[in-house]
């Protein structure tokens, strides 16, 4: 799979890429003690899903293997010197796949033993009361029915269609990630140095579907109904993690969780086949690591930062605050952690990664909004904290940042700052300033911090007007901020009942907006 890399290596770095991966696995196993004990621990149930995943991730890597061996001219040669053979391809595509299965196999359980561990140690699902499980449940049925419905009617947020466009809804490459199914292929061009391990920390979740659509001969739709439903799973349990680190009660649990479902974010992310579900759980995941002192952070980290680079911005906080105080001992963690990154991007066969690092980095330059003035990036930055919670004003057009131009759904232009984006970041900053010795608060703020960096000093998505496709990545230190001020302000006026009959009104509001804004309009014709 290594030589459908990146675009930008100009060597064939097949051999050099998969000899530091066997070196690198070979060192890592004998410092394993016993991989197969992950195998026994595993509940039926999970042993099943694991199988399906290692059959779905192996089976999607043998088309690869047949396309490569199909190419390579050793493999025409031994064709032509045994012709009696039908498909030589084929034949070695099928063969290391089944040799493959067993490895993969054995490392999924021994993935999914450390997660559930964490997910136990966090007490993410512990103690839940029987109505909220009740809710969360209708939640979550109606979310994937919701989302069904609309793929069956049609294919706009998927466009698998050979040849298809990206950027149909907002600026999302959602069509290229289905046909190329980015969520099993290491090297995909999506999957470069801002994703460079998106495929090995989502390949456990998306390997079962994958594999039972083609068990079952299903289509594209029921393929990609069956890979969100498992998005939003994640999504749901991701914001269920959120809500562990807020210390509520089951019925603040409830309201939380509830507003959260309703935001235009949310139901976005619902809906738009992309690769941000997956980093943000992995996300939330590091963030509930690190609130709680986990001892797996460093895991979580690894697949916070494989999934989306940008996460690894969160090293710096993984230590308590103590640990400042010895700036050599905090140095020389995060010294070892970055290593290890760098150690398992080159054990999973990312050698590309480093070899064309600077010509990459370059390349990038045209997502950054070097040519859009400050205040531009600004009133982008007020309207993007807006898109957090409520529906963006957006309309049907031409997209003319690609060769061919076509029919698109984008955000307007703005043009002035976002008098409600404005207003709920200074409620985050006071929010902060009540809650600054509580860590959550801390790190919830240094992530609002890290988005103006990234969005409004580097200016990224602004050329292309796109950074409501970053709200759920970021929008959970603004959900965080706000909760904490409300629960807050309940607490000082003593009226238990203020903070549900808020949420209450909060939820009527997002809902009605996303009610009205998908309801049918006559300009909808165009995209039809």
Same mark, same amino acid.
């Given at each position: 799979?290594?030589?459908?890399?990146?675009?930008?290596?100009?060597?064939?770095?097949?051999?050099?890429?998969?000899?530091?991966?066997?070196?690198?696995?070979?060192?890592?196993?004998?410092?394993?003690?016993?991989?197969?004990?992950?195998?026994?621990?595993?509940?039926?149930?999970?042993?099943?899903?694991?199988?399906?995943?290692?059959?779905?991730?192996?089976?999607?890597?043998?088309?690869?293997?047949?396309?490569?061996?199909?190419?390579?001219?050793?493999?025409?040669?031994?064709?032509?010197?045994?012709?009696?053979?039908?498909?030589?391809?084929?034949?070695?595509?099928?063969?290391?796949?089944?040799?493959?299965?067993?490895?993969?196999?054995?490392?999924?359980?021994?993935?999914?033993?450390?997660?559930?561990?964490?997910?136990?140690?966090?007490?993410?699902?512990?103690?839940?009361?029987?109505?909220?499980?009740?809710?969360?449940?209708? /939640? =979550?049925?109606? #979310?994937? !029915?919701?989302? *069904? +419905? %609309?793929?069956? @009617? $049609? &294919?706009?947020?998927?466009?698998?269609?050979?040849?298809?466009?990206?950027?149909?809804?907002?600026?999302?490459?959602?069509?290229?990630?289905?046909?190329?199914?980015?969520?099993?292929?290491?090297?995909?061009?999506?999957?470069?140095?801002?994703?460079?391990?998106?495929?090995?920390?989502?390949?456990?979740?998306?390997?079962?579907?994958?594999?039972?659509?083609?068990?079952?001969?299903?289509?594209?739709?029921?393929?990609?109904?069956?890979?969100?439903?498992?998005?939003?799973? /994640? =999504?749901?349990? #991701?914001? !269920?993690?959120? *809500? +562990? %680190?807020?210390? @509520? $009660? &089951?019925?603040?649990?409830?309201?939380?969780?509830?507003?959260?479902?309703?935001?235009?974010?949310?139901?976005?992310?619902?809906?738009?086949?992309?690769?941000?579900?997956?980093?943000?759980?992995?996300?939330?995941?590091?963030?509930?690591?690190?609130?709680?002192?986990?001892?797996?952070?460093?895991?979580?980290?690894?697949?916070?930062?494989?999934?989306?680079?940008?996460?690894?911005?969160?090293?710096?906080?993984?230590?308590?605050?103590?640990?400042?105080?010895?700036?050599?001992?905090?140095?020389?963690?995060?010294?070892?952690?970055?290593?290890?990154?760098? @150690?398992?991007?080159?054990?999973?066969?990312?050698?590309?990664?480093?070899?064309?690092?600077?010509?990459?980095?370059?390349?990038?330059?045209?997502?950054?909004?070097?040519?859009?003035?400050?205040?531009?990036?600004?009133?982008?930055?007020?309207?993007?904290?807006?898109?957090?919670?409520?529906?963006?004003?957006?309309?049907?057009?031409?997209?003319?940042?690609?060769?061919?131009?076509?029919?698109?759904?984008?955000?307007?232009?703005?043009?002035?700052?976002?008098?409600?984006?404005?207003?709920?970041?200074?409620?985050?900053?006071?929010?902060?300033?009540?809650?600054?010795?509580?860590?959550?608060?801390?790190?919830?703020?240094?992530?609002?911090?890290?988005?103006?960096?990234?969005?409004?000093?580097?200016?990224?998505?602004?050329?292309?007007?796109?950074?409501?496709?970053?709200?759920?990545?970021?929008?959970?230190?603004?959900?965080?901020?706000?909760?904490?001020?409300?629960?807050?302000?309940?607490?000082?006026?003593?009226?238990?009942?203020?903070?549900?009959?808020?949420?209450?009104?909060?939820?009527?509001?997002?809902?009605?907006?996303?009610?009205?804004?998908?309801?049918?309009?006559?300009?909808?014709?165009?995209?039809?």
């Amino acid at each position: 799979e290594i030589q459908w890399g990146n675009d930008y290596c100009e060597a064939n770095l097949t051999l050099p890429s998969m000899v530091i991966a066997f070196i690198l696995i070979l060192l890592l196993s004998s410092q394993v003690s016993d991989l197969w004990s992950a195998v026994r621990w595993m509940p039926w149930g999970l042993n099943l899903f694991v199988m399906l995943s290692a059959i779905g991730i192996c089976w999607r890597l043998q088309k690869y293997a047949y396309d490569f061996l199909g190419q390579a001219p050793w493999v025409q040669n031994l064709q032509a010197a045994y012709p009696s053979v039908t498909d030589l391809p084929l034949t070695l595509s099928l063969c290391l796949a089944l040799m493959s299965y067993l490895f993969v196999y054995v490392a999924l359980a021994q993935f999914w033993k450390i997660l559930t561990r964490i997910l136990k140690e966090s007490r993410v699902f512990s103690e839940l009361a029987p109505f909220e499980i009740g809710i969360y449940s209708f /939640l =979550l049925v109606l #979310s994937i !029915l919701f989302a *069904a +419905r %609309l793929f069956l @009617l $049609t &294919s706009v947020f998927y466009d698998s269609a050979p040849g298809g466009y990206y950027d149909l809804i907002y600026t999302s490459d959602s069509g290229s990630l289905v046909r190329n199914m980015a969520w099993l292929y290491l090297t995909f061009p999506e999957n470069d140095l801002r994703q460079p391990l998106f495929a090995v920390f989502s390949a456990p979740f998306v390997g079962a579907p994958y594999a039972l659509s083609q068990f079952l001969g299903l289509s594209t739709t029921f393929e990609i109904i069956l890979i969100n439903t498992l998005q939003i799973a /994640l =999504l749901f349990v #991701s914001n !269920l993690m959120l *809500a +562990r %680190l807020l210390k @509520l $009660t &089951s019925a603040m649990r409830v309201c939380f969780l509830v507003v959260l479902t309703c935001t235009y974010t949310t139901f976005l992310n619902c809906l738009m086949i992309e690769q941000y579900v997956s980093a943000y759980f992995w996300l939330i995941l590091t963030l509930t690591c690190i609130v709680q002192n986990n001892e797996k952070t460093t895991v979580a980290l690894y697949g916070a930062g494989g999934t989306l680079l940008t996460s690894l911005a969160l090293l710096p906080v993984t230590e308590t605050w103590s640990s400042f105080k010895t700036p050599k001992k905090w140095l020389s963690i995060m010294v070892r952690r970055g290593l290890g990154f760098m @150690l398992l991007l080159l054990m999973c066969g990312r050698f590309d990664i480093f070899y064309s690092l600077f010509k990459k980095i370059d390349s990038l330059q045209t997502f950054t909004g070097k040519e859009v003035a400050v205040s531009d990036r600004i009133f982008q930055f007020t309207g993007f904290v807006h898109d957090c919670f409520l529906a963006p004003a957006a309309s049907i057009g031409e997209y003319t940042l690609t060769p061919v131009h076509h029919i698109s759904w984008m955000l307007d232009p703005v043009e002035q700052i976002n008098g409600i984006g404005l207003m709920l970041i200074l409620l985050c900053l006071i929010s902060f300033i009540i809650h600054r010795n509580e860590r959550l608060a801390r790190i919830a703020a240094y992530w609002i911090v890290f988005s103006m960096v990234l969005l409004i000093g580097l200016g990224w998505g602004t050329q292309e007007n796109g950074l409501i496709l970053y709200t759920l990545y970021f929008g959970w230190a603004f959900y965080v901020l706000l909760f904490l001020l409300l629960k807050k302000a309940a607490a000082k006026l003593h009226q238990p009942l203020l903070l549900p009959l808020i949420c209450l009104f909060l939820t009527l509001v997002l809902f009605f907006t996303c009610l009205l804004y998908t309801s049918p309009s006559p300009r909808d014709g165009l995209l039809s």
